[in-house]
């Protein structure tokens, strides 16, 4: 093997063994408590346009697909309410069933909400998974995905 390869190799192999220490490390048990009331932070931070809210609660991993199949990161879904194009006026869930795998919780359920996108309102039904994580000891929301109810 010659010098650059063995170099970058090792280079690789570190990295590798880092990030999944600490990943590994970092991660808590979150319970089904610790995830709903996540999520009821969440939809109060979203209806009342609390971004500082939203920035400490949403990953910097988080993806976020809509019932349009329109994809957004932590940054583009929160700068779609800062500019008005998206505002939740009523987010309501109901048979909401919670499961938790370690330090990962799935919240799924029906949401029926009241919302403005393009100044057009809109009541959107809808069946959602919304995953929560818990790291050092800090919850926070990884990803949504929902599909429209006819």
């Known amino acids: 093997m010659n010098r650059f390869t063995s ?27 610790e995830a709903l009331k996540a999520e009821d932070a969440r939809y109060a931070a979203q209806m009342s346009n609390d971004f500082a809210a939203m920035e400490k609660l949403f990953s910097p991993d988080l993806v976020y697909t809509h019932t349009s199949s329109v994809v957004d990161n932590k940054q583009t879904y929160i700068e779609s309410m800062r500019s008005g194009a998206v505002v939740y006026k009523v987010m309501r869930r109901s048979d909401v069933q919670v499961r938790t795998f370690g330090c990962i919780a799935i919240l799924t359920g029906n949401g029926n909400f009241d919302v403005r996108v393009n100044d057009k309102d809109l009541n959107v039904l809808l069946r959602f998974h919304s995953i929560w994580q818990k790291k050092d000891g800090v919850v926070q929301y990884v990803s949504w995905q929902s599909t429209r109810i006819p």
């Open 7 to 33: 170099r970058w190799l090792t280079i690789l192999v570190v990295a590798l063994f880092t990030s999944m220490s600490a990943w590994a490390g970092s991660c808590d048990n979150i319970t089904a408590d």
